[in-house]
């Protein structure tokens, strides 16, 4: 079984920084992507904010491009949204996710945490 734990929300001023970290535990063979993604309050769909692809391909959502920073630890089985230059319309419940192989035989599965709330407000 594999769980992904989300740490690091909290609240913060306009302006400030945080550090997400999830973390990848159980049955791995192999991880293919991690991600995160976040729900605003109000709203029904989670967004991508970034995403790490075998570890070197990332890919960001235009509000956050120069701001975030995704990368890895691969031996912790470990993603990190470092978070710059916080607006309040960074506000939301992120979610980590990521794309699991847990055989040699098997296809990646999609995994999700439970999230982490950050408010971005003075």
């Known amino acids: 079984q594999v769980q992904l734990v989300e740490s690091g929300g909290g609240l913060v001023q306009p302006g400030g920084s945080l550090r997400l970290s999830c973390a990848a535990s159980?049955?791995?063979?192999?991880?293919?992507?991690m991600g995160w993604y976040r729900q605003a309050p109000g709203k029904q769909q989670r967004e991508l904010v970034a995403?790490?692809?075998?570890?070197?391909?990332?890919n960001y959502a235009d509000s956050v491009k120069g701001r975030f920073t995704i990368s890895t630890d691969n031996a912790k089985n470990t993603v990190y949204l470092q978070m710059n230059s916080l607006k309040p319309e960074d506000t939301g419940v992120y979610y980590c996710?990521?794309?699991?192989?847990?055989?040699?035989?098997?296809?990646?599965?999609?995994?999700w945490g439970k999230g982490t709330l950050v408010t971005v407000s003075s």
């Open positions: 995403r790490i692809i075998s570890g070197d391909s990332t």
């Open positions: 159980g049955s791995i063979f192999r991880i293919n992507a």
């Open positions: 996710s990521a794309v699991i192989v847990v055989t040699k035989y098997s296809m990646g599965m999609d995994y």
